[in-house]
């Protein structure tokens, strides 16, 4: 059996455990989650999706130990596991990559038909309508699709143009309930852009950044991989014998005595 370089050794010990860590972070993540969402029956999907992510994260924590195991005692069986077990790993989490960039735009219409459902704004959800005022208010919009149209007659507040606004802002209609308590006329403005394609962008911006995560955490399983394999054909490789060389002188039998016998007296 060969002799492993030591900083590949180490090398893959590093990789390994980070991958290790990034297993325990990503169960730890998956167990919240789960237990904020599992009162709701309807994440039927949602919780499909936790299931997957339970068993992807602990066979890969349970293949990071054998790894491990292989490494400091040099087994080369625990070696192969890992090694193949890492390998369908990745092979999952690049269809998963793939599938999802091709599913984006479906995605994004999905989404957008999501939106759309809480339409006219008066009649959405308390919850839903509170966090839409700040999102208004963040992206400097007015209502989904239709501008302060989709208000009706109650416009929110969160939709009035601030004196530092970048965005386009027109006067709002004076039969509307911004201007109850209004003693002047001075038009009251609110901002003329929907919210709609602000939290589309902001959806893709952020599938495009888990992408990437998902790309970069990819790679990292096949350097593991990679490195796994070189220790293994380091094991593999076998030692070098110094070849055994053969004199005439010694076959002749020349050589000198060192120690003279005594003479008989």
Not at 22 to 28: P, R, S, T
Not at 32 to 40: E, I, K, L, P
Not at 88 to 117: C, D
Request: proline residues 3%; glycine residues 4%; charged residues 15%.
């Amino acid at each position: 059996m060969g002799k492993v370089n030591i900083c590949v050794k180490w090398s893959y010990i590093t990789v390994i455990s980070l991958i290790a860590i990034a297993c325990v972070l990503l169960l730890a993540a998956t167990l919240f989650t789960h237990g904020y969402v599992h009162r709701d029956e309807k994440l039927d999907q949602a919780m499909a999706i936790l299931h997957t992510l339970y068993i992807f994260s602990i066979i890969n924590l349970i293949l990071t130990i054998i790894g491990l195991y292989g490494a400091c005692k040099e087994k080369k069986w625990a070696l192969i596991v890992f090694a193949v077990g890492l390998i369908l790993s990745s092979l999952f989490m690049l269809v998963n990559l793939i599938y999802g960039l091709a599913m984006q735009p479906k995605m994004v219409e999905e989404m957008k038909k999501q939106y759309l459902k809480m339409l006219p704004l008066n009649n959405a959800s308390e919850i839903f309508v509170e966090i839409f005022k700040d999102t208004q208010m963040e992206y400097q919009c007015c209502g989904l699709d239709k501008g302060y149209l989709d208000w009706g007659y109650n416009i929110s507040e969160s939709c009035l143009c601030i004196q530092e606004s970048t965005r386009p802002c027109v006067a709002a209609p004076k039969d509307s309930s911004l201007y109850e308590h209004r003693v002047d006329d001075q038009p009251i403005m609110v901002y003329e852009e929907s919210c709609l394609p602000y939290l589309i962008a902001g959806m893709m911006s952020a599938m495009n950044i888990g992408f990437g995560i998902n790309l970069a955490i990819t790679s990292f399983w096949v350097l593991s991989v990679v490195l796994c394999i070189i220790i293994l054909c380091q094991l593999y490789k076998k030692e070098d014998t110094p070849a055994v060389v053969y004199s005439q002188e010694a076959k002749a039998g020349n050589y000198t005595v060192l120690i003279h016998p005594a003479e008989d007296t």
